[in-house]
């Protein structure tokens, strides 16, 4: 996959949108809930993904992805949305099971967001400011039936909030990309299904899950 060659660092935010939140029965965050995932999770559209041997409750998480073109630390989100190279829509692929058990017990839970294949993202297309960061819709089926379905406006810290939260943590590299959080709707996956990922403006994207 091309894009991939060209990721850097893979920085991941949970709980960004209320519904979801609520349907995990979670607080709602004061500031963004930000995780990473190794570069070499991410796939590309089409690739078989391997269903985890560690876990049971596979889920789907579909999500907005951005790439970051030039280094620096944004004070604003003038200076944050400036910094945005590209867009995509993506997979956080979770296994829900290891992740609950592993939050009961306090403990890291980076084997339940970060193993191999977990970070599924379609073709990158440009960012231009013909589109709105803040209505972009995108949605998920599996096997041909809508699971999720949401939009950009409805999440809790934007895009570019989250650039600048990050960045006083760690300085924002080229290639380096966002996965911005979930709508409601996760939900499982078995072997032999099918899931696919659209948005009318950035493209539509398909994995199938084996053994």
Known sequence: MDN????NRVFCIGLNYREHISELSFTMPTT??????????????????????????????????????KKGKPQTPHEAHAMIDSLTIGLDLTLRDLQNDLRKQGMPWEISKAFEQSAPIGT???????????????????????????????????????LVQISTIWTL???????????????????????????????????????
């Open 124 to 162: 990158f297309i440009p960012y231009t400011s013909s589109l709105n960061l803040q209505n972009i819709p995108f949605r998920c089926t599996v096997n041909g039936k809508e699971r999720q379905k949401g939009n950009t406006q409805s999440m809790l810290f934007g895009i570019d909030d989250l």
């Open 4 to 7: 991939q060659q060209s990721i």
């Open 173 to 211: 590299l080229p290639g380096d990309i966002v996965f911005t959080g979930t709508p409601p709707g996760v939900g499982p996956l078995a072997i032999g299904d099918v899931v696919e990922i659209e948005s009318d403006l950035i493209g539509k994207f398909s994995w199938k899950i084996v053994e």
């Open 32 to 69: 963004p809930v930000i995780f990473m995932k190794p570069a070499s999770c991410v796939i590309g559209p089409g690739e078989d993904i391997h269903f985890p041997a560690h876990g049971k409750d596979f889920q789907h998480e579909v999500e907005l992805v951005v790439k970051v073109g």
